[in-house]
């Protein structure tokens, strides 16, 4: 019995430091990824001059409890300096300099970017936020790092010893619940058709030069492997993940097999840091059993040298006790959202959440509804476009920043970004939804602003009308082109009669077409 509980011990709360050591590195890089995605968009979402004003947001939060230190920020000055600073936290924690210290920073660094985007966030966010959280009860500067050099002793070996926490169980227990029920959500007509990959690919806001093509040229057969691959894949990662028996085996099959999938999830769509999130946590999986054979493959034929080790520092047993009672704490908390946030659970399952527990989870952005392209990918594709009319006459489109000649594009030919950005997306994909009309003013604004942007006076709006656009996807057996299936205005502005910006009756019978880049 106490072997029994040793295994156990080992399996689900211990971890080796060489694998935090390696999580650390790449967590670090894929944080770094993530501040350069924000910074090349940091106008348009992180300043009073953008799309997601501060005062919009704070007035009417998209959560009852949110925290940001961008909310100080309203110029795009201020917002770079935050960045700045959350730039230098990532790149200590990378180089594994004041570890423990740069773990809280760039946590809070991580929950403040995302919560001043709460309305664009996506899954990709929320494993970001887990992964920032949970390791910091773990020791991520013991290999690998600065802080490991500078404690070294000259002539030791260095300790491998496991280290113990619930983390370890926090972490494991999350990403087999994120498999589990992305996979059990999906039980729609795609999925069970081999069709659901076809539908996917076939979402331009989401699809990469790369899924155009793979859509374009695979062959009916090739979609109905690659669907029920997905889904079998999904339930399998969730196994791997906690079976208490060949523990070792069945880690190394997911370490060398989940990124993958997750790889051509990211090469084929534009899901943000969803895909790179997910393979930032294998690591975590490695085990000593993998380290050592791995040392062994390196070190044959040659002479070991002299080795430096890092001692590392004891915790107090009340520093201990506080860690591990707030980990589960955080744990139940999640349990709870799991249980509330997932179609797939039985009403009965469910449970009302204390207004501490909802805090514990909104705080830092740590929802649990896990129904990627469940129960069935989207069958129509959707878009916004903006058809304004400037002072001397021209149609142009403001937020795509693509002119048009025709006053009502059909469907077919509104212009689409590939490779759109995550916030991008997003925003477009939730704007013209009734639960976000109050940030609708602030996009008026924005396209107001339209001329500053452009530096022509002449480009100020007269009028625009901003519709919501829907193309139906041809079934798999025709594969057609898309069908326009409705449009809706979700948004229109006339220019006041004291305006400054006036139609110029010379020109406005003018055919001027201008593309001006985003």
């Known amino acids: 019995m106490r072997d029994r509980i040793r295994s156990l011990r080992a399996t689900y709360l211990q971890i080796d430091p060489r694998s935090l050591g390696l999580f650390r590195i790449g967590f670090a890089l894929l944080l770094l990824f993530d501040l350069a995605h924000r910074f090349r968009e940091l106008d348009f979402w992180y300043t009073n001059s953008g799309l997601l004003p501060n005062h919009t947001l704070l007035w009417r939060p998209a959560a009852t409890h949110m925290f940001s230190f961008f909310f100080m920020a309203s110029s795009g000055a201020e917002a770079r300096v935050g960045f700045l600073v959350c730039g230098a936290v990532y790149v200590c924690l990378l180089f594994g300099y004041r570890t423990r210290t740069m773990q809280l920073l760039a946590a809070v660094c991580r929950i403040s ?139 190394l099959v997911a370490v060398c097999s989940m990124p993958l999938l997750h790889l051509s999830f990211g090469l084929n769509l534009n899901l943000g840091a ?131 000649r025709s006053h009502f594009p059909a469907a077919q030919v509104v212009p689409t970004w590939l490779d759109q950005s995550q916030f991008f997306t997003m925003y477009s994909d939730r704007i013209a939804s009734p639960d976000y009309a109050a940030y609708r003013q602030a996009l008026l604004e924005w396209l107001v602003a339209y001329p500053q942007r452009t530096g022509r006076p002449l480009d100020c709006l007269v009028k625009f009308d901003a519709y919501w656009v829907e193309d139906g996807t041809a079934p798999l057996a025709e594969r057609g082109p898309p069908k326009p299936l409705r449009r809706e205005t979700f948004l229109s502005y006339v220019a006041p009669a004291d305006s400054t910006c006036k139609p110029k009756p010379s020109q406005t019978q003018q055919q001027l077409v201008r593309t001006v880049p985003r």
């Open 113 to 251: 970017l995302n919560s001043r985007l709460a309305m664009l966030e996506n899954g990709g966010d929320m494993v970001m936020n887990l992964l920032a959280l949970f390791t910091l009860a773990l020791p991520l500067g013991q290999r690998f790092s600065v802080d490991a050099w500078r404690a070294a002793t000259p002539g030791r070996a260095p300790s491998n010893a496991p280290v113990t926490s619930l983390a370890v169980l926090g972490l494991l227990l999350q990403f087999a619940v994120i498999y589990f029920f992305n996979a059990l959500s999906k039980d729609g007509d795609a999925w069970r058709k081999g069709e659901a990959v076809y539908f996917a690919l076939h979402l331009d806001k989401y699809t990469t030069e790369l899924g155009v093509y793979m859509r374009e040229h695979l062959p009916r057969e090739a979609f109905a492997v690659l669907s029920y691959g997905t889904l079998a894949v999904e339930w399998l990662a969730a196994v791997l993940i906690l079976t208490p028996v060949f523990v070792h085996k069945a880690r």
């Open 274 to 404: 969803f895909s790179p999130a997910m393979i930032a946590f294998y690591p975590l999986l490695l085990t000593h059993v993998h380290w050592d054979a791995l040392g062994r493959f390196f070190a044959r034929g040659r002479t070991p040298l002299p080795a430096r080790t890092f001692v590392p520092r004891r915790r107090f047993k009340l520093q201990t006790l506080l860690s591990e009672t707030a980990l589960a704490v955080l744990i139940a908390c999640i349990g709870l959202e799991v249980l509330n946030d997932n179609a797939a659970v039985p009403v009965r399952w469910r449970f009302p959440q204390p207004a501490w527990a909802k805090a514990v989870i909104e705080y830092p952005r740590l929802y649990q509804g896990w129904h990627m392209f469940a129960p069935t990918p989207p069958l129509t594709d959707t878009m916004i476009y903006i058809d304004a009319i400037t002072s001397e006459g021209m149609h142009v489109d403001p937020y795509n920043e693509v002119a048009s």
